[in-house]
């Protein structure tokens, strides 16, 4: 592709935010501070979570960028971006989360292999760009389609990204083509972040947005487009990314017996309050976000500050502090996360505060985080618990 390279070392990285918190410098892997994270309902793209696998590729030669669209389908194309743009605009409020948001706090009970994420590696931002299902149109898959006339039954995106785990080949990644091919998924190549051209962090000049699904999925630095019979072979979807149970560690894991994960499960965290953080004795707030996955609205958040004994409900809202309504689609984001925000009065020296979230399919994430233990330390969706102590006990 004529432009857009993939450099070899760290030497013409971006700017970045001097507030995040570094989890790796090479590659760039940073998440911002909990309340940064919550300054507002779409998360400034300064502090937008990067999850990175090399070096960030550049845009060079004029800006010259065309996108390879072939495989299994009618009639191969190559789209320039000025031809993208021409096709229907869509924005879309979606929520990306990497699957290894929160995993520090799984790797605490048993050791797993990945970044070192917090409660920050998540973000919801505005996309602007065309649907999937239109650019598919123009090599003559219809919407709503499951299968090509040649047997194609995956989209696979592949980045210019090169990765070492894929022996210095390209990232990738692929979804099922009804889910690419159908209008109501919202899937986006995107060339606008919260209504600014994307950054080079967040993929610039094309990246994939396939909302209510991992990160992993929505491949940033777009290079080709390819329909495939089977779902991609890249190492992210083969050897990466899937959920095991906790009897299963790198001794003993056999791969392909998982599916690639998709969707995530229902999520929330405090986000308002560090740990361990000192509080005065009165009324304290408690605020954060709750998001679940597959499109599927937050019924309810949770609250209790006394480790779960007794709970009371939070307020929840998306924009403008409006309450927020699960089934409401006219006033409501359907892929976007919900803020949530609690007033409570803590009389007591020392109190273990937990959320649980509930999702529109009465989804509730599980008390004990070594329940879902897995050896990739992914989708740890466990009762997030903030111990803080107050002025009147002992220090």
Same mark, same amino acid.
């Given at each position: ?20 918190n ?8 940073a ?11 779409i ?8 999850r ?13 960028y065309?996108?390879? %669209? !072939?495989?299994?389908? #009618? ?6 971006? *000025?031809? =993208?743009? /021409? ?26 292999r ?12 505005i ?17 709503s ?14 980045? %210019? !990204?090169?990765?070492? #785990? ?6 990738? *990644?692929? =979804?099922? /083509? ?13 060339y ?17 947005v ?11 630095w777009l ?73 599927r ?24 502090g ?25 009389q ?7 959320v ?13 985080v070594?329940?879902?233990?897995n ?7 466990s009762?997030h ?11």
């Amino acid at each position: 592709m004529p432009g857009l390279i993939a450099p070899s070392d760290y030497s013409r990285e971006p700017p970045r935010h001097p507030s995040l918190n570094i989890n790796a410098k090479e590659p760039f892997n940073a998440e911002p501070t909990r309340q940064d994270l919550i300054v507002s309902y779409i998360t400034p793209v300064d502090y937008f979570y990067k999850r990175n696998h090399g070096p960030i590729p550049i845009l060079e030669d004029n800006g010259r960028y065309s996108l390879a %669209i !072939d495989g299994l389908v #009618e009639k191969p194309i190559e789209l320039s971006l *000025a031809q =993208i743009r /021409l096709l229907p605009k869509y924005n879309v409020t979606a929520t990306l989360q990497c699957a290894g948001n929160r995993r520090t706090a799984m790797s605490q009970q048993l050791n797993v292999r990945g970044v070192g994420w917090d409660v920050s590696a998540i973000g919801n931002a505005i996309w602007g760009g065309a649907k999937l299902s239109d650019v598919l149109e123009l090599v003559g898959v219809s919407k709503s389609t499951s299968v090509t006339s040649s047997g194609g039954k995956h989209v696979e995106f592949i980045s %210019i !990204d090169k990765c070492k #785990e894929e022996n210095g080949g390209p990232y990738k *990644a692929s =979804i099922p /083509l009804s889910q690419a091919t159908s209008p109501e998924a919202d899937v986006l190549l995107a060339y606008e972040m919260n209504g600014e051209i994307l950054n080079r962090d967040h993929g610039y000049p094309l990246r994939v947005v396939v909302p209510g699904v991992i990160g992993a999925r929505s491949v940033k630095w777009l290079d080709r487009i390819t329909i495939i019979e089977q779902e991609s072979q890249g190492f992210f979807m083969q050897k990466d990314y899937k959920m095991f149970p906790p009897s299963v560690n790198w001794d003993n894991i056999d791969w392909p017996t998982r599916r690639p994960q998709m969707d995530f499960p229902v999520q929330s965290a405090i986000c308002s309050l560090q740990d361990v953080d000192i509080v005065k004795q009165g009324k304290i707030r408690i605020a954060g976000y709750a998001v679940s996955g597959g499109g599927r609205g937050i019924e309810r958040v949770d609250v209790s500050i006394d480790g779960g004994k007794t709970w009371f409900e939070a307020n929840r809202y998306q924009k403008n502090g409006v309450p927020y309504v699960s089934d409401d689609d006219s006033s409501c984001d359907k892929w976007g996360w919900v803020l949530f925000e609690a007033v409570v009065s803590l009389q007591s020296e020392n109190a273990d505060i937990v959320v649980k979230a509930v999702d529109s399919s009465a989804n509730v994430q599980p008390e004990n985080v070594m329940s879902i233990w897995n050896l990739r330390g992914i989708l740890n969706n466990s009762w997030h618990h903030v111990y803080v102590r107050s002025t009147a006990a002992k220090l």
